[in-house]
């Protein structure tokens, strides 16, 4: 299949409205069954996110994905014959594939092959709006196409030399790298820059304490950022609806403070894609203190939480404080608790979920619904109590008006 990675553009619109895809897992012994099923049903709703229309899951359990195909010789077969018979218009695969396996599949299934990076790089540079995060996701593809240009660039294999051509016997290919590396080398300049405008701007905002929004993606960040700081940030029930790092003066009980809204984490998340966005984390790495928003409701929230906590770990923010905020209460008591069950039951199921979080979490738990209103009132009055003693620990002589 023709290659359609344009170097230069800095966006690649893989997916248009409404094109049909498959899914494509391996079930190792990585995962269990259920934390694979889990995973899958993730990149389907990033699938969903991106545009697509899923037709089909294709599972197979294997001790490891095939070299060639990813999935076995007999799997594979079954997805090119109900590709071509349906006329799908792609192949999602849930792990990274090679140059080599992309090309081999797309010469066997004819028709468009993703993996979970390629899709998740697509969304971010749909959602990129800033110069710096266009910046940051060009050069994430950059990173990520790079190892991969043999398998996607085989029909520019062949030798060519002379005057004004590539020098004596040198292929396309090593052409290609060249232009990679020179673009990421560009795009790394260009992010220097502009981060040194953000770390000029953020020293201007003044003896103001920092607290910045953590956690998985669509776990409700942006709508607790809009009712704290009566806001306007987008809020989608997708993933990734929030790109860009945004920042607001938030007053709580006349309590000023900076609140930021960051990107949302995710499991398997490209390595290159973390890399490229650590600037925009700075503003992470700067605060005075993280909200770790919990989306209670998940089935896997437990899992989600420590991918959070890893990532935080990764950036080197351990040592900032976590208030953890457990949203989405009402769906949790929806989805986990029977309609019939006596109030007194519900209420000591609840009330048992609350003991152990606050044990897990230390005594930093709290527990709302930002979309209901529910412990909102709490969530404010614990932001002040923390803020507060941060102000006086860090601005001891300066007079305070609330």
């Keep these: 299949m023709a290659n359609e990675w344009n170097l230069g553009e800095q966006k690649r619109d893989l997916l248009k409205e409404e094109e049909t895809a498959v899914i494509v897992g391996v079930i190792s012994d990585k995962y269990t069954e259920e934390q694979a099923m889990e995973h899958l049903a993730e990149l389907e709703f990033l699938a969903e996110t991106a545009g697509a229309n899923i037709r089909k899951i294709f599972v197979q359990k294997l001790k490891h994905p095939d ?22 218009d792609m192949i999602i695969f849930d792990d990274d594939l090679s140059g080599k396996q992309t090309n081999m599949l797309e010469e066997m299934m004819e028709c468009k092959i993703l993996d979970r990076s390629t899709l998740i790089l697509d969304i971010f540079a749909n959602r990129a709006q800033t110069a710096q995060a266009k910046a940051q996701v ?5 990173q990520y196409m790079l190892p991969r240009l043999r398998g996607m660039w085989t029909h520019l294999e062949r030798q060519k030399g002379g005057i004004g051509m590539r020098g004596p016997g040198e292929k396309e290919i090593e052409t290609d790298r ?94 290159h894609l973390v890399e490229s966005f650590k600037s925009t984390l700075d503003e992470v790495r700067e605060s005075d203190l993280l909200i770790h928003v919990v989306d209670i409701s998940h089935p896997q929230y437990q899992e989600q939480l420590e991918v ?66 529910e412990g909102m009132a ?13 102000y006086v620990k860090r601005y001891p002589y300066k007079t305070r008006f609330w």
Aim: positive net charge; proline residues 2%; contains cysteine.
């Design 67 to 88: 070299t060639r195909t990813f999935v076995g010789k007999g799997k594979a077969e079954e997805i090119e014959e109900y590709v071509k018979f349906h006329e799908i």
């Design 178 to 271: 060249r232009i990679v590396r020179k673009k990421i080398s560009l795009l790394k300049e260009k992010l220097a820059k502009i981060d040194m405008q953000s770390k000029t701007r953020r020293k201007n905002r003044g003896d103001m304490v920092r607290v910045a929004l953590v956690g998985y993606t669509n776990v409700g960040k942006s709508t607790i950022m809009n009712v704290l700081g009566k806001a306007e940030v987008l809020a989608e029930d997708k993933l990734f609806a929030t790109l860009d790092t945004t920042v607001r003066k938030v007053v709580v009980d006349r309590m000023p403070f900076l609140l930021s809204d960051t990107v949302g984490f995710i499991r398997k998340l490209p390595h």
């Design 308 to 373: 959070v906590h890893n990532t935080l770990k990764d950036l080197g923010v351990e040592n900032i404080p976590v208030l953890h905020v457990f949203n989405k209460m009402d769906l949790y008591v929806q989805n986990n608790l029977d309609e019939f069950l006596l109030e007194e039951e519900r209420e000591g199921v609840i009330r048992e979920l609350k003991e152990h979080w606050q044990i897990e979490t230390k005594n930093t738990a709290c527990f709302i619904s930002a979309i209901t209103q």
């Design 138 to 142: 060009e050069l994430a593809q950059m």
């Design 378 to 390: 709490e969530l404010k009055e614990r932001l002040k109590d923390i803020i507060d003693k941060i």
